[in-house]
């Protein structure tokens, strides 16, 4: 441990200079591929370099970025008027062909946001400067779909024979992993995995800053305290996610400050309901005890949520029974939002009834640094079904390693959360809760199929009518509630803790953006 923390001082050097800003989060991104990897900090570093045809403002609302203006023509065709004069940071224009070739690319077997490529239908370039995007099937939210899409170089991925994204569960890695080249505000400096990657202005950018920064210097450092003690040294003006328990300390220490945001994000424990024999679950019956509704119940109700909100979180967190990022995804219904009561005798008696009143055995998979105290809250989660008999192994690892090995469905039950920029409940239900299935549908579903659930979902995802797509949208999520093929937990609460002098924009994405930035001198 004190070669790890020496190793992160000598990493973040002296007490920063202004208008570089130096900043660290618990874990790493990823890859710099933006195709391949749909995870939050992977895609808000990586936006800052590749854009999207639509972003956000201050207040969160849909802005123009590459694309100028959006106009649907009818119900399945959307003309894209794309801005002038933008150049990549190589400098090569950009044009409607990078906007084609980068929508098919999200669209491979190999891109984790071809749900939201496909759910595009068909780019077409009209002219230098025109798109048109030509739907099979109506999109309720075409141009949040516009959100999730970066816009790479065409001549950049030919070149480098980064033509499609590299398939991170296989350990793939291409030129892309370690380069990047977009039109955004920020251009890569130079990537150390692991160690520290750094960024500096866009020069040439075709927006405009409301901030100072000049240059940025990213080092994911795991442990809590090391990230704490680097903020208060002031070896670091930022962290993303200082951890609960300091949040008083940071927030009474002379030279820092801690803002609030609640975030549009869903924790929740998953559970492998398909195979007959599961990986890492023995029960005496030889069977997988996750299979039994009753079984999934009754270790809903062994959870004390209020518990790990006060004692674990610190208050930071929301608790719900809701099954989307956000509340307004379910339309603030407090049917769907409403949690299973924490009743220790009820799940006994599930238990019972199910035929496993002395327990079982199952691993839970967990990362150690992706979401607030993930870690802790499993541990917490396996001590409080110990009152059930059941005896859990918390298999606690970093990021890197957690998604590719859940991704492969190596896995029996496991701790995952999703959100991100987009309200809407198609977010979540096409990608993570529908049945597996082509371009990208469940692609994130790693353990059920509800074949009551997928029709109601895919007719929502189809349907013009508002009202009607929102009774369906209230009847698929009731659905899958009762079914409880997943236990939601709480919607985090995100604090960013950094030095006095820096002024950030805090978003319900829990998205920094460099180019909102200042330090003062």
């Known amino acids: 441990m004190k070669r790890f923390v020496i190793a992160v001082c000598l990493c973040l050097g002296a007490i920063a200079q202004a208008q570089t800003l130096h900043w660290a989060g618990q874990g790493d991104l990823q890859t710099l591929d933006p195709h391949s990897q749909n995870e939050s900090m992977t895609n808000m570093i990586n936006a800052e370099v590749y854009e999207f045809l639509v972003g956000r403002d201050r207040d969160f609302k849909l802005a123009p970025q590459l694309a100028l203006s959006w106009t649907r023509i009818n119900p399945l065709l959307w003309r894209i008027k794309l801005r002038p004069g933008v150049k990549f940071h190589d400098g090569t224009p950009f044009t409607a062909d990078d906007v084609v070739f980068s929508f098919e690319r999200a669209k491979a ?27 099979t099937n109506f999109d309720p939210i075409f141009p949040e779909h516009l959100t999730a899409i970066n816009v790479m170089s ?12 590299l398939d991170r569960k296989s350990g793939e890695e291409s030129y892309a992993t370690f380069n990047a080249n977009g039109t955004g505000p920020l251009i890569l400096v130079s990537r150390q995995p692991g160690i520290k990657t750094s960024y500096k202005r866009n020069p040439n950018w075709w927006g405009e800053y409301s901030g100072n920064v000049q240059a940025v210097e990213f080092t994911p450092v795991a442990n809590d305290a090391t990230r704490v003690a680097a903020l208060i040294s002031g070896a670091l003006d930022f962290v993303l996610d200082p951890p609960p328990r300091d949040l008083v300390r940071l927030r009474t220490t002379e030279g820092l400050k801690v803002i609030d945001g609640p975030e549009n994000r869903l924790i929740f424990v998953g559970f492998d309901q398909l195979r007959d024999q599961p990986l890492y679950v023995n029960a005496p019956d030889g069977k997988n005890p996750f299979k039994d509704l009753r079984v999934r119940r009754a270790l809903y109700q062994a959870i004390d949520i209020e518990a790990i909100k006060l004692k674990l979180m610190n208050g930071q967190s929301v608790p719900t029974g809701g099954l989307t990022p956000g509340a307004s995804g379910a339309y603030k219904d407090p049917q769907i939002e409403g949690r299973l009561p924490f009743d220790l005798a009820a799940a006994r008696k599930l238990m019972q009834e199910a035929g496993y009143a002395d327990g079982f055995e199952f691993t839970l998979d967990c990362p150690n640094n992706r979401y607030v105290n993930d870690e802790k809250i499993c541990l917490a989660l396996a001590s409080m079904w110990a009152q059930l008999k059941v005896k859990v192994k ?30 809407d409940p198609e977010i979540i239900m096409t990608p993570v809760f529908r049945n597996r299935g082509e371009k990208g549908v469940g692609a994130f579903n790693y353990g059920w199929r509800d074949d009551k659930f997928d029709a109601l979902a895919a007719q929502s995802s189809l349907e013009t009518d508002p009202s009607r797509r929102e009774d369906l949208v209230k009847a698929a999520l009731t659905e899958f509630k009762q079914q409880i093929h997943v236990i939601p937990l709480h919607r985090q609460m995100i604090p960013w803790a950094m030095r006095s002098n820096v002024t950030a924009v805090p978003r319900p994405d829990n998205a920094l953006k460099v180019e909102w930035m200042s330090m003062a001198q």
């Open 394 to 423: 918390v298999n606690a690892m970093p990021r890197v390693t957690f998604f590719p090995k859940i991704e492969k469905l190596e896995t029996s039950a496991y701790l995952y959360g999703w959100g991100g920029g987009v309200m």
């Open 109 to 135: 077997l190999t891109s984790q946001l071809a749900t939201y490529a496909n759910a595009t239908g068909t780019a077409k370039k009209v002219d230098a400067l025109t798109v048109d995007f030509q739907l």
């Open 154 to 165: 065409k001549r950049w991925c030919e070149e480098h024979h980064v033509v499609r994204p």
